[in-house]
């Protein structure tokens, strides 16, 4: 099984930032595509980033200047740094990682069991 743990969130003020770390361990061959999701009280799971396993990073539009993924794939973790943060910004970020599996080679995907985030003052 593969296990993912998430870190890093809490409460901030507009303006501010946060990192967010998922480390992922467990019977992993490999990990394709990193990322982290989103989801805000009455609105569906929306992509925030995600990153390939050669780093090429992906973004919503929305957060592109302010978040920045990123992976140290010796850890097999993920990281969200998020800066310039708004209230719009507060809900549940939950990591998603693409693993191929040691014991039969296939890809799976597995969540994080999400992290919340609040911006407000």
């Known amino acids: 099984q593969v296990q993912l743990v998430e870190s890093g969130g809490g409460l901030v003020q507009p303006g501010g930032s946060l990192r967010l770390s998922c480390a992922a361990s467990?019977?992993?061959?490999?990990?394709?595509?990193m990322g982290w999701y989103r989801q805000a009280p009455g609105k569906q799971r929306e992509l925030v980033a995600d990153i390939s396993s050669g780093g090429s990073g992906n973004y919503a539009d929305s957060m592109k200047d302010r978040f920045t993924i990123s992976r140290d794939n010796a850890k097999n973790t993920v990281y969200l740094q998020m800066n310039s943060l708004k209230p719009e910004d507060t809900a549940v970020y939950y990591c998603?990682?693409?693993?191929?599996?040691?014991?039969?080679?296939?890809?799976?995907?597995?969540w994080g069991q999400g992290t919340q985030v609040t911006v407000s003052s």
């Open positions: 467990g019977s992993i061959f490999s990990i394709n595509v």
């Open positions: 998603h990682v693409r693993v191929r599996r040691r014991l039969d080679r296939r890809e799976y995907a597995y």
